[in-house]
């Protein structure tokens, strides 16, 4: 499991919220939150953070180094 699968659960069981009730606070498909809090590593940013918004946080692409 991910760090941020692992966090998502965490909040929602914290905020007391299913998975349906997250997807549909959030905006995003039942299917989404799912696959979300089982690792998915090819989940879309966007809807990602249409959930992490619910907490109060964001995920940013992390910044490229200088080679």
Partial sequence: MTRLAQYI???RKEF???QV???QKSGVGLRFVREMEQGKE???LDKVNQV???F???M???KATES
């Fill in 9 to 11: 659960k965490a909040k």
């Fill in 16 to 18: 007391g919220l299913t």
């Fill in 21 to 23: 009730d997250l997807s």
């Fill in 42 to 44: 090819t989940l879309r």
């Fill in 52 to 54: 992490l918004a619910l």
């Fill in 56 to 58: 109060g946080a964001e």
């Fill in 60 to 62: 940013v692409p992390a």
